[in-house]
Each structure stands twice: as C-alpha cells, then as structure tokens.
C-alpha cells in the first residue's frame, strides 16, 4: 500500500511559479514510478511528468518541457514538480501518482493522491 499526500497549489497570476508537493509513504513506494497527471474542467486527465524513484531518470510532457522541472528528495520520501512561467491554461487539479510501469499511463497508476487546485490568472 503507498499513500500520497499532495500540497502546495493555490492561486497565482500568469508568469508565476508555484511548486507542488507529494508525500509518499507505505514500505514499498521506492519500487515505484513517481508523477503527475493533471484534469482541467470538462477535460480528460492528462500526464505531466514522471521519475523512477530508484534511478531518478526523469520524463516531462511536451506541453511542459522548459517550465516543469520534476524532482524528489529520498531524504523526504517527497516528490516535487516546480511549475514556472505558469499559463491561465495550466490551471486544472494536479495528481500525484504511483505505479510500477516505467511509463507510468494514465492505466497503469496504481495509486493517486486527493489532488491539489492550480488556478492561473491571466
């Protein structure tokens, strides 16, 4: 079992930066593949960044790449996803999430988080 403790959303204007949080516990999550995934309104849930916890090899969705920066700290067991020059369209529930699938699709998570709001203003 592997529980996942998402923080650090809120409100920010276009062009800020905000950086998510998730706290994993449970005694096998290491063996697991680390991300988010994100679900604008009256849109499908979408992949945005992995990292093998074991290797730390990284992955960040196109849409994203040069803005979202995915990390974790073994020391915290905490995944981290830095989001800069945040987009009005960016705005949408960021899920943290677990599986052991190196690609880590939508289909293959195992375990989600509640969810953390990231609203952009424009």
């Known amino acids: 079992q592997v529980q996942l403790v998402e923080s650090g959303g809120g409100l920010v204007q276009a062009g800020g930066s905000l950086r998510l949080s998730c706290a994993a516990s449970g005694r096998t999550f290491r063996a697991y593949t680390m991300g988010w995934f994100r679900q604008a309104p009256g849109k499908e849930r979408e992949f945005v960044a992995r990292?093998?916890?074991?290797?730390?090899?990284?992955y960040v969705e196109d849409s994203v790449k040069g803005r979202f920066t995915i990390s974790k700290d073994n020391a915290k067991n905490t995944v981290y996803l830095q989001m800069n020059s945040l987009k009005p369209e960016d705005t949408a529930i960021y899920y943290c999430?677990?599986?052991?699938?190196?690609?880590?699709?939508?289909?293959?998570?195992?375990?989600w988080g509640q969810g953390t709001q990231v609203t952009v203003s424009s």
């Open positions: 999430a677990a599986g052991f699938s190196a690609q880590l699709a939508t289909t293959e998570v195992g375990y």
């Open positions: 990292i093998n916890w074991s290797v730390g090899r990284t």
